[in-house]
């Protein structure tokens, strides 16, 4: 407030300036309406599923790559556009990277220090880094049946999973947000999803696609989706109890993998000697580093170094590995997704606790002489309502190309340098 005042002293008027501060604000994610449950289906010349929203998604998860500065410039460009270009809609940050970019971001963002409120807030992931970056984001919905499709930009050291270069973001998003939009949507509501509640004065606002900029990509236009399968892992006793490790374990004590869980002698000098049920019936003890159960995804990672086949991500599978085995005739197995692995620690082994990791992350509790690590492929809920799995978003095709190509062959000769003959560059 400034006075103004005459020579004599007395006050003429006062004026008060005021300028409106950019909104630089962190707030709770449980002010945001509950997630949009999008609809998959299947095509009938391809594996790959066809994306369709029943609405425009409102609520977008981005994840950056840790301690990459590029990648966070990145990140706030990417924001900055979608806020800039695209009506109600809010964009979510895991806590730290909320506090370490909002002065950067002139609207409002959300977070929360509670990891279990993203599987029922969240409608769309994007990531931007690696595959690790990946493998993260899918881990904020390791409890979770239904994970929001990722689209994933590759910023990382190899990017195999990833479908996009983040100089398409524009059109990554904007064929992702549009898909299968058509004038005058409705809001897919389903009794399996009683969480996703829409108020009259709601589905006025937002069951129509007319306030989106631009036209729509049409019915017949989507996002193609590759649904990559999870393991379902759980902990057991010696007792036969579940053991759980925290708040990332769902009521029942299991957690979705999307890569492998490996069990590893760690920082013991002996081998480990780790019992190894198929179906329940004992197959062998195996006398070794360790053992991997990986996904066809995780084929690729840990299971390939230590000698593991490559499984196309459409096959419904297992692949068990064993880490350095002592004995050279202990092979590799694939089997079918169904079928329940159960890794048991010996009385043999001189060490008496084994690593645990799933996904890259390492349990804070190990398994000790008797326990059991259960693993099984996820149960993939098929037909109009898709559950299970991490929907992935394939990058189109250019036209003219099959618009069914899920990039795997590519990736194989790009990024692996699959059978690349020797001294070639």
Known sequence: MIARALRSGHVLQ??????????????????LPDRIIPRYQRSQTSDLLSL???????????????????????????????????DNVSLIFERTVAESIHQSLPFPIYSTTDTSAFP??????????????????????STSRHVPPVLSFSMGTLGFLGEWKFAEFKRAFREVYMSGAGAGSYLFQDQKHPHVQVSSAEEEDMTSWSSVRGKSMGPSRRSKILLRNRLKVGVFGSDGTQIKNGSKYGPEGDVYAMNEVIIHRGKEAH????????????LTEAVADGMIVSTPTGSTAYSLSSGGSIIHPLVSSLLL???????????????PANTPITL????????????????????????????EVRVQGEEIVKGDEWGGGVPCVVRGAKSGLNDDDDGWVGGLNGLLKFNYPFGEE
């Not at 590995?321 to 089997?335: A, E, Q, Y």
């Open 14 to 31: 006062r004026r008060s300036f005021c300028s409106t501060a950019a909104r630089r604000e962190i707030l709770d994610i449980t002010a």
């Open 52 to 86: 369709q929203w029943p609405s425009p998604p409102r609520n977008f998860l981005l994840v950056g790559k840790e301690y990459a500065p590029s990648v966070t410039e990145s990140l706030i460009e990417y924001a900055k556009h979608i806020k800039s270009n695209y």
């Open 120 to 141: 029922v807030k969240v409608d769309m992931v994007t990531t931007l880094g690696g595959d690790g970056t990946i493998l993260h984001a899918s881990s904020l919905f």
């Open 271 to 282: 081998l480990a000697i780790i019992e190894v049920f198929i179906g329940r019936r004992f």
């Open 321 to 335: 590995t064993p880490i350095c085995p002592r004995s050279l005739s202990f092979r590799p197995l694939v089997l």
């Open 344 to 371: 048991r620690l010996s009385e043999k082994n001189r060490g008496r606790e084994l690593e645990v990791s799933i996904d890259g992350r390492r349990r804070s509790i190990g398994v000790g002489v008797g326990m």
